[in-house]
């Protein structure tokens, strides 16, 4: 395995935020990660530094055997240093308990960035698969078939009653969390957002923030996720999330048809605002750049932005986090000093010759 | 468009995803308000894990029940019932089987199922008995350790090695 050169990885984005791929102008990615442990060691709460080293070792060792042909790169995640860890939780190849936590742990990813396999993270083993855009099915399908190369050389803690065991009960059973990330900003304007969540709530399925668990839903990105992993097939959790998205983008679609027919000019006016001071903005947060990026995505999808690309937007979103913007720049940045470097970054890409045919003046 | 409560002109335009077919509804800004806050509190979200297991501490156990369950502790890693509780994670795979009494109420709580019916492992790979002991064995010479008994670490380690051999040797 060789060494991944992060900082040849900022500059261009992953496989699954190309902007490709069905119903991608809403369906950013598709997501299914599986949860399995070891047989014969504790799970991670008891698990001793040797222990975890071991662990570290015995899935490394097979993880590395059996991916051959995928070109899996392996990174030790306890040697990497806090910005090389933020950058991996914002590209959503690690999570930001991974990044946080401490002792022996590691993460394989493939070149396309589409398969990352987590190890000592809450279980011993975290496999997951991300597709760009409504994808579902294909993304089962690749993960299944990793784990099945996996299982032939490794025991899986497996219960006959219960299925694979995990660390915490809620994920017993299949281990499996699909998840399906939205783009909602008409939904959101409508303010119909909180209605959707609570029918979501409903049927028993989860709706989480960009980075997950707890993370705020930053620039209208909206994650939907199987609550249950018990008593359900694989398949049948497939199902349950694919068969709401399609719904899910129904209504956004009927809620910007509904816009850009009763508010065209506000709407027009919002994107073309949000353009402005992101083209021009001397000094600019996280937080208003991801709000204002959501607008212009939405503008790119009704045709008001016609000079932008769609996996050119995409790649904004994550290129202006503070760990980016820090590989990209090269050097460690406080919080002000991102923020000139965040505005200074939109510019250069939003003011290009090949975009709107004037350079940037200065 | 005019709201469908009152005079004022209608700015809130809700669809209602929950009842089969999509209902529209079209309100001013008070009554949209009214309506989004009652259906905010018929709603139940699904209980989280902590809920559940604070929620399952208060029924029908007295205090001297739930004393003794809280004590209670996995013969493999160690711990112990009160443990579970506070963190909501296992120590090993083995306290499935050492908790089952009480993780069939939970499960039911939050999946509303106890039996697995996806995949399952194309080798036999049911945590066998001489695989919870090594999880014992190991933690057992860590003490053995930190104590001092390093006599009795070697022995355990023998043991190990005897076990790991067998296995492998299959």
């Known amino acids: 395995m060789s060494r991944v050169n992060l900082d040849n990885m900022a500059e261009k984005s992953g496989e699954w935020l190309k902007g490709e791929g069905p119903e991608s102008d809403i369906v950013v990615s598709s997501r299914i990660r599986l949860a399995r442990n070891l047989t014969d060691y504790p799970f991670i709460s008891k698990a001793t530094e040797l222990d975890r080293e071991e662990i570290e070792k015995t ?35 690690i999570s930001r308990e991974h990044a946080e936590s401490e002792g022996a742990r590691g993460v394989a990813i493939d070149a396309g960035e589409r398969t990352s396999l987590m190890i000592n993270e809450e ?53 499996m969390r699909v998840s399906v990330m939205l783009h909602l900003p008409a939904l959101v304007i409508t303010r119909q957002i909180e209605k959707v969540f609570r029918s979501l709530h409903k049927i028993s399925l989860a709706v989480r923030g960009l980075y997950g668990e707890g993370s705020q839903a930053m620039g209208d990105f909206y994650q939907i996720s199987n609550q249950i992993t018990l008593g359900k097939s694989e398949e049948e959790l497939v199902t349950q999330v694919g068969d709401v998205v399609p719904v899910l983008i129904d209504y956004e679609r009927r809620a910007r048809e509904f816009l850009q027919k009763e508010s065209h000019e506000n709407l027009h006016d919002k994107v073309s605002r949000a353009f402005g001071i992101l083209s021009t903005a ?75 045919g004037s350079p940037e003046a200065n | 468009m005019q709201c469908q409560n009152c005079e004022k002109t209608a700015t809130f335009h809700i669809t209602e995803l929950a009842a089969g077919k999509p209902q529209e509804l079209h309100l001013c800004e008070e009554h949209a308000r009214e309506y989004l806050q009652t259906n905010d509190q018929e709603q139940a979200a699904a209980p989280g894990l902590a809920s559940v297991l604070a929620h399952k501490m208060t029924v ?111």
């Open chain 1, 59 to 93: 899935l490394r060792n097979t993880v590395t055997d059996v991916s051959k042909q995928d070109l899996l790169d392996y990174l030790d995640v306890n040697e990497l240093d806090d910005i090389d860890r933020q950058f991996l939780v914002e590209r959503q190849l």
């Open chain 1, 282 to 356: 001397q000094t600019i947060s996280s937080e208003e750049t991801m709000h204002l990026l959501s607008s212009i995505r939405m503008g790119v999808e009704l045709g008001l932005l016609p000079e932008l690309g769609m996996g050119q937007v995409n790649e904004l979103f994550i290129q202006t986090q503070p760990a980016h913007l820090q590989k990209i720049s090269g050097t460690e940045l406080d919080t002000a000093d991102r923020n000139v470097a965040r505005a200074t970054f939109l510019r250069r890409h939003l003011n290009r010759e090949d975009i709107n």
């Open chain 2, 60 to 170: 029908g156990q007295t205090a001297e029940d739930l004393a003794r369950l809280d004590q209670r502790a996995c013969p493999v890693c160690g711990i112990t019932f009160y443990e579970f509780r506070n963190q909501g994670r296992f120590g090993c795979p083995h306290d499935y089987t050492c908790f089952a009494g009480e993780l069939d109420q939970l499960l039911l709580n939050i999946h509303g199922e106890t039996e697995h019916v996806g995949k399952c492992p194309q080798r036999s790979a049911t945590a066998s008995e001489r695989q919870m002991e090594m999880i014992r064995i190991r933690r057992e010479m860590k003490e053995a350790v930190s104590s001092e008994q390093y006599e009795k670490a070697s022995e355990l380690r023998d043991q190990l090695r005897q076990i790991e051999d067998e296995v492998s040797g299959e």
């Open chain 1, 123 to 175: 279980d011993h083993l975290r496999i997951q698969v991300m597709h760009s855009g409504f994808d579902l099915v294909a993304a089962w399908e690749r993960i299944n078939e990793i784990d099945d190369r996996l299982e032939q050389r490794t025991a899986y803690a497996f219960h006959s009653r219960l299925g694979y065991l995990t660390a915490c009960p809620t994920n017993v059973g299949t281990g």
